[in-house]
């Protein structure tokens, strides 16, 4: 607070950046939590007072859960059984139940069946201290008049849904069913009529689709009886019409065809061979010496009594020719016989040729005579293929017909069966039992939440009154937002040190000895050792720093409003120095509303404006303090005063200053605040410093740095900023390195007074 000027200060400008490293992020926001303190133990502890009465007055709820399982292996016993086609279960089907659980079907079955439009709970008002407030306000705006039936059973089915809960048990087929009631044997009571609920409805909703299956399967039958017997009835009435005769499934002229094929081809066998023994026949009569090495003439007796005789007379022959001589008569008698049984076995030859020319004859005529009947059959095949196409569609028809009659027939008897037996895929696995403790209202949880809610809302708040607290509170805010010096925070002096304006007049002196209360304008004098008179000695010692550098006996102390305690300082001030030994003038210069001279000088007639006039002589406008010395000019009579500006300006004003600085050693001038007068601004040629009074946690940040930066004249001679009426322990909220030192313990270490 003591330093001359901003740029001197190589302190600030290090501790500026270690406050704008990432480091200290978080130590602002405990900072800002330090600082607003109060106000979050207030929200925190409005929100657990909250959470409390809420406690107490909130009815108690109880929940009662029932477990209930989607039965696969059930559904896989009897889907070959299901008409209506059932697949297996999936996680999509389990959801798919979970929803029809939910569903106001379900609900309202068990509102019918418990009769729950009845109860209170579900039509009333609601309990606890909030549903009867509720409940009177809504009866305040109703209009008299009995709910319906429908009325009261949504009102119902509303209540039924908030307090009811359905959920998947992760990715089993286990659904969990619960319900939230005042009472907890109504709870399980009504959790496990969810669960019944659910069957039954599964029950009746098979049923009525078997049922509807069956009806419309009747239909069905009956239209497919009636398409089957026509069809049918066609293929016969085509088969009649075309001369088609089927015999053990195969057409009459099909099996024909293949008879008649087959005796084709085993007559023209028969005359092959019959060809092929004539042939044979043919070629042994050829030869000389026929040789009868064939099948008939191997099994003719006459042929072979003939070669057995031919050969007997063959080895005769043989024996006579060499013993007698080939010409021996009975040689040639002997070969004369041979001739003749040759001839006669030649004879037997060809009348064995014969018959076999006859046999092949036969055959072939045999074969020509097939040929043509099979030319026929053929004939009359290809009429017959021709109409067959028809027929083949015909009977296709027909065939279709009744498959789809005969599958039919069998759905519609399954769907009988399972009319009379109904399963369902569900069933509970765990009922709803009476819940031993309450569910609802959690206390730790509420009370916690409320806890967490309220840090939450407390720092909202506190960040909010941050953002929105745009006053000067710290001296860093002073040195960053107006580039100055915060040379003293003065403390606030309390309600106990009102300041007085009807002081004693001088030709006494400014004492406080007959009043109980001390005065604020001599509050240095009277309390030496006090906080206050600290602070104001920190002001003494910066103008003496600051004279080092350049002449500094002219000071004039100013704010931006009105109020903000600059002549409580300036007074204060004036009254250190003077106490202190050094000759001191304290001239009120707020000639548009002279404040200080009606507290000061209540009685004086003549002063500043006299004086600045050349009407009195400065002594004889001059008030002296016996005890402290201190001279004071008062203002004077300012009442009809238009241009103030212009007397403070005027050349007279400037020599009156120079006066005064010949005769003491410093001269402090009470000025008007800058917002609403510009007379502080004429004084910049005269006034070596200004001492700028900001009232802490008050004045507008925005208006006293649009003030300053419209005087640039006022800001170049700025000696530094006052924080007057500053709350010191929550100064140390704010900032501790100032605000503690503020704290009286330190303050009793060197005899230091309140």
């Not at 030496?528 to 600051?546: I, M, Q, T, W």
Request: include cysteine; charge should be neutral; proline fraction near 3%.
């Amino acid at each position: 607070m003591l330093q001359v000027n901003r740029p001197s200060s190589e302190i600030n400008r290090d501790y500026a950046e270690v406050e704008s490293s990432p480091a200290q992020t978080l130590t602002s926001y405990l900072e800002i939590v330090r600082r607003q303190f109060p106000t979050m133990i207030a929200i925190v502890s409005a929100c657990v007072i909250l959470a409390l009465l809420y406690l107490f007055t909130a009815a108690p709820q109880f929940t009662s859960t029932a477990s209930m399982v989607i039965d696969t292996r059930k559904v896989q016993l009897f889907q070959q059984q299901s008409v209506l086609g059932d697949i297996a279960v999936d996680s999509a089907t389990v959801e798919t139940q979970v929803e029809i659980l939910k569903s106001e079907n379900i609900s309202l079955a068990v509102i019918r069946d418990l009769h729950l439009i009845e109860d209170p709970e579900f039509t009333g008002v609601g309990g606890g201290l909030l549903g009867t407030v509720v409940g009177a306000v809504a009866a305040l705006f109703s209009d008299g008049h009995a709910s319906s039936e429908f009325e009261q059973t949504r009102k119902a089915l509303e209540r039924f849904e908030k307090n009811r809960t359905i959920k998947r048990l992760g990715l089993t087929y286990v659904m969990e069913i619960g319900f939230t009631s005042k009472d907890p044997q109504k709870a399980a009571k009504i959790a496990n009529a969810i669960a019944d609920a659910y069957i039954v409805d599964s029950l009746e909703a098979k049923y009525q689709a078997t049922r509807r299956a069956s009806v419309w399967l009747q239909d069905r039958i009956k239209e497919l009886r009636t398409q089957a017997s026509a069809a049918q009835k066609a293929v016969v009435d085509f088969k009649t019409a075309n001369n088609i005769v089927d015999t053990g499934g195969r057409l009459m002229n099909e099996q024909q065809l293949a008879e008649v094929n087959s005796q084709l081809v085993m007559a023209h066998a028969a005359t092959a061979e019959a060809k092929a023994r004539l042939d044979r026949m043919n070629d042994i009569l050829k030869q000389d010496i026929p040789d009868a090495n064939v099948a008939d003439a191997l099994k003719n007796d006459t042929i072979v009594k003939l070669r057995a005789q031919y050969v007997d007379m063959a080895s005769k022959e043989s024996i006579w020719a060499l013993k007698y001589g080939s010409d021996h008569l009975a040689a040639v008698n002997l070969r004369r016989q041979m001739a003749e049984i040759k001839k006669n076995i030649t004879d037997e030859l060809k009348r064995i040729q014969e018959s076999y020319k006859s046999d092949y004859d036969i055959a072939v005529t045999r074969e020509e005579a097939i040929k043509t009947s099979l030319a026929n059959v053929v004939s009359e095949s290809q009429l017959t293929n021709q109409a067959q196409v028809q027929l083949r569609e015909l009977e296709s028809n027909a065939q279709s017909y009744q498959a789809m009659y005969d599958n039919f027939l069998q759905r519609y008897m399954e769907s009988v069966q399972q009319q009379s037996f109904p399963i369902t895929e569900a069933r509970v696995i765990s009922a709803a039992t009476t819940p031993l403790k309450k569910s609802y209202p959690k206390s730790l949880v509420i009370l916690a939440a409320s806890l967490l809610g309220g840090f939450l809302l407390a720092f909202g708040a506190a960040m909010a009154r941050e953002l929105t607290d745009k006053v000067f509170r710290t001296t860093g805010q002073v040195e960053d937002v107006l580039g100055a010096n915060c040379i003293a925070i003065l403390p606030a002096l309390g309600t106990a040190t009102v300041p007085r304006l009807g002081g004693k007049a001088l030709g006494g002196k400014l004492s406080a000895k007959n009043n109980p209360e001390p005065d604020l304008l001599r509050y240095v004098v009277d309390s030496p050792l006090s906080r206050f008179s600290e602070a104001v000695r920190s002001v003494k010692v910066a103008v003496d720093l600051n004279s080092i550098v350049r002449e500094n006996r002219v000071l004039a102390a100013t704010s931006t409003l009105p109020n903000e305690g600059k002549s409580t300082l300036s007074t204060n001030l004036a009254q250190l120095m003077a106490h202190g030994g050094a000759r001191v003038i304290l001239v009120d210069a707020d000639l548009r509303n002279p404040s200080l001279s009606r507290a000061l000088v209540p009685d004086g007639k003549i002063g500043l404006v006299d004086v600045v006039a050349q009407k009195v002589q400065l002594e004889d406008a001059l008030v002296v303090d016996p005890e402290t010395k201190l001279s004071i000019l008062p203002a004077g009579t300012t009442s009809k005063l238009l241009h103030t500006n212009e007397i403070l300006a005027s050349k007279a004003m400037h020599a009156l200053v120079t006066q005064l600085r010949s005769k003491f050693d410093y001269v402090v001038l009470d000025m008007p605040p800058m917002a609403p007068v510009v007379d502080v601004r004429v004084t910049s040629s005269f006034v070596d410093s200004y001492v700028f009074v900001v009232e802490w946690g008050k004045t507008s940040i925005d208006v006293v740095r649009h003030n300053l930066r419209g005087s640039p004249e006022i800001h170049n001679k700025l000696l530094g900023i006052v924080l007057n009426k500053a709350d010191t322990k929550a100064l140390a909220r704010y900032e501790s390195y100032h605000g503690r030192y503020y704290y009286q313990k330190y303050y009793a270490r060197y005899g230091y007074v309140e």
